[in-house]
């Protein structure tokens, strides 16, 4: 097996006995739903505990705090995970598909994650959070540049930010820090050889002295 594979592996076997009956919930509910739903890509559907539990719980002891914001939520990695992993932890849930939104509050019920879910845009939605979460996370929604303006809100009060990215990592962050200023971790990911998930420790907002353009 694999070095990734292995860490893959050790993730899951380190969750608890309710964690792992919660998870079981997780992935039966799936099943049923992606039938009429189309929660994740088909081809995933056979590796979700890999592809979608271990990469969303690799997150859940990256960073301290007892309310989280998942951006973009869909099929709810990895912040449904994340709640299910973390009993003390608030997590909201934000996503503008009213499908996915019902898909999650069922399985929210039926785990009894701690988990509010939140159906609307991500700029309309941040504004509403209290208390401020001190993590934002997201997973397969925009390139860096992008999910740093939009988590911007709550990064500029002191939210650390979670992004789980691929091979294209480094021309994400080089993109990025041409607009916002920042620091950030590039952690390896555990299901991923090529990954990284990208820790923004630091924001500081956007580079407001950009040279302009002669022309």
Not at 5 to 28: D, F, N, P
Request: glycine share 10%.
């Amino acid at each position: 097996m694999a070095d990734w594979a292995g860490r893959a592996a050790e993730i899951l076997a380190g969750v608890s006995r309710e964690t792992r009956a919660k998870l079981e919930i997780y992935e039966a509910e799936l099943h049923r739903w992606q039938t009429v739903k189309n929660l994740v890509g088909p081809s995933t559907l056979d590796g979700v505990w890999i592809r979608h539990f271990a990469d969303s719980l690799q997150l859940a002891n990256l960073a301290d705090g007892e309310v989280w914001a998942d951006l973009g939520s869909g099929a709810g990695f990895p912040g449904l995970v994340v709640a299910i992993a973390r009993p003390g932890t608030r997590m909201h849930l934000v996503e503008s598909d009213g499908r996915k939104c019902a898909f999650l509050r069922h399985v929210a019920r039926a785990t009894g994650a701690s988990a509010q879910v939140w159906e609307g845009r991500i700029d309309a939605v941040l504004p509403r959070l209290e208390p401020t979460p001190q993590v934002v996370t997201a997973r397969a929604l925009a390139g860096l540049d992008e999910l740093l303006r939009l988590a911007s809100p709550l990064l500029t009060k002191g939210a650390i930010g979670l992004f789980p990215k691929g091979r294209g990592y480094l021309s994400e962050l080089t993109k990025a820090a041409e607009s916002w200023r920042f620091a950030a971790d590039a952690i390896p990911s555990a299901v991923d050889p090529e990954g990284r998930i990208l820790r923004i420790r630091r924001f500081d907002g956007p580079i407001t002295n950009r040279p302009t353009d002669p022309t």
